[in-house]
């Protein structure tokens, strides 16, 4: 069946209306939450062959996360469902008024290779949920999470309802010439503005799940060790291929030195002395995206790491000391385990640095001074952020998860992504026992009383 084909087809799926049954979707998301627990040590394998993501990383940044989001909706999908009551306005007395949430109809899910499964499955989670029809595209670049992510969805779902379509970017470009009711894309900068241009041809709305680069600040009070410690992990996770990895460290001068030498120390606390012998720490994705690291090691001064295998993808956790802000690493997101650490010494250096950068996905501060923290978080427009950690806001699916300007457009996470693939529909409902006649002509005599009536609401 050819793309237009399946669109079709899954479009008179959405209209027989068995979709919109709430039953159906919590009946639906059973039986997917059975088949991925089911699936467990295929979709860890998998992983693991795509860029040898380590078993404990596989489940805390993406088996874990999904089934949590899964269950989640389970349990609260008939109360996010359910229309929501709001105060009625006075000028339509007597009247109730409700907001009724309803599927957008066919999405399209684009899903980047970085966290393959679960990026592909947290948002499918909450347009099921929702009531649409799907289409996922998984990323070529991760081709055993693509497949198992395709067997695990034709196991669970009618063709005609969710989908998995595999390829490369001419299948992406065909899938985006398509009218499609809603777009969910999570990738780069770059290829995110191609999405929202072929979505303007439809006016189809859009969330973009970006990037950028993120800042993380240390200043001069801050627990330097522990600090260390957690931006390590927050770094290095993933091989540090996370869009919201610290992408270049800012530190008071004061500090620099100690933190230096703890940071070396937590890299080999977690990695080893040689961290390509880890079984903790993945490899780059792809031979194009280690050539594009490796370059940025060229003509800098490396405090630690540096190494690389390219026959592996294999690049170490690594530092680079007071990197120029018109130099390779500095240009753009590096999407990688490299980090450069620049020193400042007052506020005003943090401020001239970061509005080099367009509004970053992230933004950490490191700190004992609530004053400086909430100075930071306030003067700074970002996605979301830690203060005194880095990456963990993610795991909390309370909160809104998105980026704003070049990071990203829209949010989700939890009832957020049941937000995001539902159309919110205001309805009022008048009574018929009382029509008051100020609104109907003749006028004349009735703009006073109409005024006071809008005072009031």
């Not at 699936?39 to 993406?62: C, G, H, N, Q, S």
């Not at 899910?109 to 996922?136: D, E, H, K, M, R």
């Not at 270049?248 to 004061?254: E, S």
């Not at 998860?401 to 990203?408: C, D, I, T, Y």
Request: with cysteine; net charge positive; charged share 25%.
């Amino acid at each position: 069946m050819n793309i237009p084909q399946l669109i079709q087809h899954q479009r008179k799926f959405f209209t027989s209306q068995q979709t919109k049954d709430i039953a159906f979707r919590k009946n639906i998301l059973k039986r997917l939450l059975k088949e991925l627990i089911k699936r467990e040590r295929e979709i860890i394998k998998a992983l693991y062959d795509d860029f040898k993501k380590p078993e404990y990383e596989a489940v805390m940044t993406e088996i874990s996360i999904v089934i949590s989001e899964l269950r989640m909706t389970i349990k609260n999908i008939h109360s996010w469902s359910k229309p929501k009551r709001v105060l009625p306005s006075i000028l339509n007395f007597p009247s109730s008024a409700k907001i009724y949430k309803e599927p957008y109809g066919t999405v399209l899910i684009i899903a980047p290779w970085n966290y393959p499964y679960q990026l592909a499955f947290s948002p499918l989670i909450g347009a099921i949920a929702a009531g649409n029809t799907i289409i996922v595209k998984p990323s070529e670049l991760t081709p055993n999470t693509s497949k198992i992510t395709k067997e695990i969805i034709e196991n669970v779902f009618d063709i005609n309802h969710v989908t998995v379509v595999e390829g490369g970017v001419p299948v992406a470009q065909e899938l985006l010439v398509q009218r499609w009711d809603y777009i969910f894309f999570t990738g780069s900068v770059p290829v995110g503005k191609i999405v929202a241009k072929a979505a303007a041809e439809h006016l189809t709305p859009v969330t973009l799940e970006l990037g950028g680069k993120s800042p993380c600040i240390v200043d001069d009070t801050a627990n330097i060790k522990l600090a260390a410690k957690r931006i390590v992990w927050g770094k290095f996770i993933n091989g540090g291929q996370t869009c919201i990895a610290p992408d270049y460290l800012l530190i008071h001068k004061t500090v620099k030195d100690s933190f230096v030498r703890y940071f070396k120390e937590e890299i080999s606390k977690a990695y080893g002395d040689n961290p390509s012998e880890s079984l903790d720490y993945p490899r780059i994705v792809n031979a194009r995206n280690f050539d594009r690291l490796a370059k940025m090691l060229t003509n800098e001064k490396v405090l630690i790491g540096g190494e690389t295998n390219k026959d592996s993808n294999y690049i170490s956790p690594t530092l680079l000391d007071e990197p120029s802000l018109d130099s390779e690493c500095m240009k753009g997101e590096i999407f990688g385990p490299i980090f450069p650490v620049i020193s400042y010494e007052n506020e005003n250096d943090i401020e001239k640095i970061t509005s080099n950068y367009d509004k970053p996905l992230a933004l950490y501060v490191f700190t004992n001074r609530n004053s400086f923290a909430k100075k930071i978080i306030k003067r700074y427009s970002f996605g979301g952020g830690t203060v005194n950690d880095t990456t963990v806001h993610f795991a909390n699916n309370r909160l809104p998860f998105g980026g704003v300007g070049e990071s990203g457009i829209g949010g989700y996470h939890g009832k957020q992504t049941f937000d995001t693939f539902s159309h919110k529909k205001g309805i009022v409902t008048r009574g018929t026992w009382l029509d008051i006649p100020t609104r109907y002509a003749p006028y004349k005599g009735k703009l006073k009383q109409l005024k006071a009536l809008m005072k009031l609401g």
